[in-house]
Every structure is written in structure tokens, then in C-alpha cells.
């Protein structure tokens, strides 16, 4: 790939176009989630040559796993197979390092670009050493997201990478662990993708879909939202063999979807305004997600309603339902007009949640009734 890809053409620029939003070629970052084997990772780097347009080719050697006890990557001995790859396919290869010692292993093997994975980055100290184990490199480093959604904390880690000299800083949205029920694995929260492309006109934005998605049937949906979002590249995990990936198994693509997602996007592209159809499936499928989302929340605060109908005695639940939704409605009347919500609907819409909350917690044994 040429470097002109992560930070976009000189015409581009002079033009004032950051490059590959939503008209140019996403930069794409595509392969398994870890490396197992040279056998696996010659196998998916020879599928990902044949289609797809990939840019990078990665793979994970150190795995930041929640569980002691689930495979923590083949560690340093992958290099040399992530070299094997670059040589035998003369793809660039990308991995991610979690502390100093992984980034200098790293630039011996001659690692075309390296990731901060997202617990890494809620560490300022370790991102402080790795940013001063790379001072000066010029091979793009791209930060994830940090677990929790901390615009600033994003920025920070970004920063230090660009106050040491590092030539080419990116970023990768990979989606927030929240709490609550979600079809997402990882939420994406497009409007803090967006505030940090504020702060940094002109970053490479590239968005994790696999990640964020949690599993391999909504990677499509993710990665077009991300790309009208303003991405201007996308990472996504592609096993050969998904099923007996040795991590993230039910995320990963095989790589005929992952070829046929890639065609699909590109003919969207390239969609003139009058021949919308596929698009409108598209986002009308993407709204039946969003409404089961609804469902899901809405079911999350009736259990919270019940639960504090057991704890309250009946005279001060009935004392203190009309001071909640004055209070709750202040507060979410200023959130609604920010995300453009007409006030008198936002209104209603509580009116009714309220009512049924009130429903609820009645039909909840010894209350109102005692
Ligand atoms: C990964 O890219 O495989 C990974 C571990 O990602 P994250 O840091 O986003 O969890
Ligand atoms: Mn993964």
C-alpha cells in the first residue's frame, strides 16, 4: 500500500479532501485475530492476496485475553511467521504490541504497522514507554479506542504518539464495553468516532467492525455504517477456517464473505442517487436492529423499576414517581434536542414509559397493596 493511502494523496490534500471518506478506497486491514500457526497464517495471507483489496495483512502474536485460562497468542515466535508472510506474498503485515519490550521485538522483524489494542490504551505509563520504544519510526501506528467511551483519554494516547515524532498516527474505533444488553459486542458510538476526527482533521479513522459486531453476520452492517460515518478504513478479522479460530471464533469472516462484503461495498459506492434499492434494505434492516436495541432497554428499566418496587414501601413509591419523571425529563429533554428530538415527543414518549413503569411496579407482589 502506499503511504499516500493513510494520509491521502498530495492532490487530495491540496484539494482539501481527507482521503478515502466515503467516496475514496478505504485503507483495509484484514486477517485472523491471532496467529496459530505458519501454516494458518500462510493460508489466510495467500486468501486475503486474491481478493478484497487489503492493504495490511494482520494478525494478533500477544493476545490481551480476559480469561487466564483461554490461548494468549503465540507471543514473539510469530514473527517470523508475520516475516514469512511479508516475503512469500509480499503483503505488509500489521500486529498489535502491549508494552515496550513487544514494540521492539516488533521493529526488528520489520512490522509494516502496529496497533494499540484497547486495554493497552486506558494505560497512559505503557503507552508513554511504547510511544518512547518508537520515537521516530516511520511506519503507522494506530491507537484503539480505549474500553470505556473517554474521548480524552483516546486523544491523549494519540498525542503521545505524534509528540514523539511518529510520522504517521491513526485511529481504530473498535466500539465501547458498556454496560446493559446490546447486539453489539463492543457499541459503536459514532459520535465520539466523529469529535475525535474533529480535534484531528485529516486522521486515518479506520473502524473494527469485528469487534464491535461480536459476530460475523452484522460485520457488513458495521463496516457500511462506519464508512458513512466518515471511516476511512476498515480492520477486519477474516480466519480460513472461522469455526476453529482459537479466539474470536463467532466474529471472524471466511474469505469469500469477507471478498463478497468488499465487492458489495464497493458497488455502493458507486450506486447513482437513483438506484437506492439495496441501500434501503440495508438501513431498513439496520433500523429492525435498532428497535430490538429499543426493546432490550426499554425491558432493562422495567426490571430496574421492579426491583426498586420491592425495596420502597407503597407511600413513598407514590410520592416519588411525579418528582422522578420532572427530574428524568429535565435531563433528557437537553440529551433529546442535542440528537435533534422534537421536546413534546420526547415528553410522550417518557408519559408512556412512566405509566408502564407505574403498571409494573403495582403488579409487583405486596406493593399498593399491603
Ligand atoms: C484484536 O484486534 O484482536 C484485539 C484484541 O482487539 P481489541 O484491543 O479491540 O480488543
Ligand atoms: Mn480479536
Known amino acids: 500500500m502506499k503511504m499516500e493511502k493513510i494520509n491521502g494523496s498530495e492532490s487530495d490534500k491540496k484539494a482539501g479532501k481527507r482521503y478515502g471518506e466515503n467516496s475514496g478506497n478505504p485503507v483495509i486491514i484484514a ?41 494468549q497468542g503465540v507471543g514473539a515466535g510469530g514473527l517470523k511467521w508475520l516475516r514469512e508472510v511479508k516475503q512469500e506474498t509480499g503483503m505488509k503485515v500489521a500486529t498489535e504490541v502491549g508494552c515496550e519490550k513487544h514494540a521492539l521485538e516488533a521493529l526488528k522483524y520489520d512490522i509494516d504497522l502496529l496497533w494499540i489494542g484497547a486495554r493497552t490504551v486506558s494505560n497512559p505509563f505503557v503507552v508513554q514507554e511504547i510511544a518512547e520504544a518508537l520515537r521516530g519510526v516511520d511506519i503507522p501506528v494506530l491507537v484503539k479506542n480505549p474500553l470505556n467511551p473517554d474521548l480524552e483519554l483516546w486523544y491523549g494516547a494519540i498525542a503521545r504518539f505524534m509528540k514523539l515524532g511518529i510520522k504517521e498516527v491513526g485511529a481504530i474505533h473498535r466500539g465501547f464495553s458498556l454496560w446493559g444488553k446490546s447486539i453489539y459486542r463492543n457499541p459503536p458510538i459514532w459520535k465520539i468516532q466523529r469529535s475525535l476526527q474533529e480535534r484531528l482533521p485529516g486522521i486515518l479513522m479506520v473502524c473494527d467492525p469485528s469487534h464491535i459486531a461480536g459476530k460475523r453476520s452484522l460485520v457488513p452492517l458495521v463496516s457500511r455504517k462506519a464508512m458513512e460515518e466518515g471511516a476511512n478504513g476498515l480492520m477486519i478479522e477474516v480466519h480460513p477456517d472461522p469455526a476453529n479460530a482459537m479466539s474470536d471464533a463467532p466474529q471472524q469472516l471466511n474469505p469469500s464473505s469477507f471478498y463478497d462484503m468488499i465487492r458489495d461495498m464497493d458497488l455502493e459506492r458507486s450506486l447513482s442517487a437513483a438506484d437506492e434499492d439495496p441501500l434501503i434494505d440495508e438501513l431498513t434492516s439496520e433500523m429492525d436492529q435498532v428497535d430490538e436495541l429499543l426493546v432490550h432497554t426499554i425491558a432493562s428499566r422495567m426490571e430496574l423499576s421492579r426491583q426498586i418496587a420491592r425495596m420502597k414501601n407503597s407511600d413513598r413509591l407514590r410520592d416519588l414517581q411525579p418528582a422522578n419523571l420532572e427530574k428524568a425529563l429535565e435531563r433528557l429533554h437537553g440529551l433529546a434536542s442535542e440528537d435533534g428530538l422534537r421536546p413534546d415527543f420526547v415528553h410522550r414518549l417518557f408519559d408512556e414509559i412512566q405509566r408502564e413503569s407505574c403498571h409494573v411496579q403495582s403488579s409487583c407482589p405486596g406493593v399498593f397493596n399491603k
Open 31 to 71: 486477517g485472523p485475530c491471532s496467529a496459530e500457526s505458519p501454516e494458518q497464517m500462510l493460508e489466510a495471507a495467500n486468501a486475503m492476496k486474491l481478493g478484497g483489496n487489503v492493504d495490511y495483512f494482520r494478525a494478533g502474536l500477544w493476545k490481551p485475553r480476559t480469561s487466564p485460562d483461554s490461548f
